[in-house]
């Protein structure tokens, strides 16, 4: 059987797993604690999968499992009760969520992480050396990553505050882009991208992993979704919107 066949099967066995707690705690939302660590787990089952792994491999890895630490337990820290998204989907289906979930939220979060996780699998399964394009890559990676946690610190530390409670973020990182921690996580799968590309030119098709990622961020589950009606709740965000860069970091507009 082969690696990618096998990380398929442990993460929708992993999926189908947390779906029945999810049915047992009546929260659908414990699959974004999820997110991150799943594509660790298929990382870490595709290495195991194979007689023996390169530099290529251990360097993927070690990125892949520092990053889904970090922003699962970001989550994981932050979670209370079910995200209102979840919420709402919950109330709109009524009796039937139980097993809707199970499609709409964690077999399709299965898909999706197995998907955007072909650069890992195939950088994982090169034995040839490292060279330029691995390091440019790593640089992108761990940029994401540095990016994504500041943002998700400062965010933390403003809401924090309770005279911030329906103020608008506009400082630090939040100062240059709307969404600069959405914009580090598209970057981390571009520097995987360069990871596989370097491990083979074959592998250019892995690019669907980047772009899905950075479809969902900014018009799926990401950017539109957030900024839906949020100017309704806070109309301050108007003048934000208009100033400051949706997605990439971007000096602002001089009012």
Do not use: C
């Amino acid at each position: 059987m082969t690696s990618p066949i096998l990380a398929l099967i442990a993460l929708f066995a992993a999926v189908l797993a947390l779906w029945f707690i999810s049915l047992s705690v009546k929260d659908s939302s414990i699959a974004d604690i999820f997110w991150a660590p799943g594509f660790a787990i298929v990382g870490w089952v595709s290495a195991i999968a194979r007689p023996s792994v390169g530099p290529r491999a251990e360097l993927v890895l070690v990125l892949a499992s520092v990053w889904a630490m970090r922003l699962g337990l970001h989550i994981l820290k932050r979670h209370t009760v079910e995200d209102h998204r979840y919420a709402t989907m919950r109330t709109k289906s009524g009796p039937r969520w139980w097993w809707l979930s199970l499609f709409q939220v964690f077999l399709l979060q299965g898909a999706l992480i197995w998907i955007i996780s072909l650069p890992l699998q195939f950088a994982i399964g090169s034995p040839a050396a490292l060279n330029g394009f691995d390091f440019a890559g790593a640089a992108l990676v761990l940029a994401g990553v540095v990016i994504e946690a500041i943002a998700d610190s400062q965010l933390a530390r403003f809401r924090s505050v309770v005279a911030n409670r329906g103020r608008v973020m506009d400082t630090g990182l939040w100062s240059w882009s709307r969404h600069p921690n959405y914009f580090g996580d598209a970057l981390i799968w571009w520097g995987f991208y360069a990871i596989a590309i370097s491990a083979s030119p074959s592998t250019w098709w892995t690019v669907i992993s980047p772009i899905v990622m950075t479809v969902l961020l900014l018009r799926v589950s990401g950017v539109s979704l957030l900024e839906q009606n949020i100017v309704a709740r806070r109309p301050a965000y108007e003048d934000y919107m208009r100033r400051t860069s949706a997605f990439v970091p971007w000096p602002p507009k001089r009012q």
